[in-house]
């Protein structure tokens, strides 16, 4: 189900995606960072935000579908393709599959939480209603150790 190929202008969007995961950093969220794209334009973009908003659901996936419906004034985002930093969750896929994203594209894994490959494979089930192509392991390096330093300076200062 995971694509291995990815072209030269999925790193480029996942280089903007880690700039909006910087950000997230910076104000003391966990730096993840997600861009919504359609015919090769920017539609929605989000980042992690869940602390300061006091919302749950504010994940930068979510974020980026919530700004991308607004711009394009659809629930439905068809043909579309998120890009994000790490590995969705199962709350994110969901959300990506209502809103029937075409194609995710996302950096490094999220092995305890991660529902693409990592956990519950969930773009795999068959029942749903919805197919969603996945790419996995774009600029893997630069995002897992985004997440790893920003981890480590919080233990660091415990």
Known sequence: MIG???????IDWMSKALVLAE????????PVGALL?????LVGEGYN?????CDPTA????MALRNA????????LPDTTLYVTIEPCTMCIGAMIHAR???LVYGAKEPRAGAVESQLKLPELTHYNHKLDVVGGVLEKKC??????FFRNKRSQK
Do not use: F, W
């Open 23 to 30: 950000q997230a950093g910076r104000e003391g969220e966990v």
């Open 101 to 103: 994203v075409a194609r």
């Open 59 to 62: 994940h930068a996936e979510i």
């Open 144 to 149: 897992s150790d985004l997440i790893s330093t």
């Open 69 to 76: 419906a607004a711009n394009m004034n659809n629930y439905r």
């Open 4 to 10: 291995m190929g990815y072209t030269p202008i999925d």
């Open 37 to 41: 794209v359609k015919d090769g334009a």
């Open 49 to 53: 935000s869940p602390i300061t908003t």
